[in-house]
């Protein structure tokens, strides 16, 4: 059974950056879509980027289009948001999930979800 474990998050000042990982165990990502999510309090959990199972496909929410970008190293079933120019909106507390692609940008596509690690983003 898979395990997901995000990592990097902290408090950081508008404008800064961020890097936030996701590490797997017990089963290989290769075959799986991998996303990221966040959930800001009083909010729905958002879609904000995805990356298909050979990392050929990326995919981001509006709102962090051009900021944030994801990788992924199948090599070593790791996953990665790199976060740029972040803004106070951006406080969320952010989830690494992995699924079947179909749908890639709903979480009813992810099947196994991490535990979530919180980014602040203070002005």
């Known amino acids: 059974q898979m395990r997901l474990v995000e990592s990097g998050g902290g408090l950081v000042k508008t404008g800064d950056s961020l890097s936030l990982s996701c590490a797997a165990s017990g089963r290989n990502i290769n075959s799986y879509a991998m996303g990221w999510f966040r959930q800001a309090p009083g909010r729905e959990r958002e879609f904000v980027s995805a990356i298909t199972w050979s990392g050929g496909t990326t995919y981001y929410a509006d709102s962090v289009k051009g900021r944030f970008t994801i990788f992924r190293d199948n090599t070593k079933n790791t996953v990665a948001l790199q976060m740029n120019s972040l803004k106070s909106e951006d406080t969320a507390v952010y989830y690494c999930?992995?699924?079947?692609?179909?749908?890639?940008?709903?979480?009813?596509?992810?099947?196994?979800w991490g535990q979530g690690t919180q980014v602040t983003v203070s002005s």
């Open positions: 999930a992995a699924g079947n692609g179909i749908g890639i940008r709903s979480g009813t596509s992810y099947s196994v």
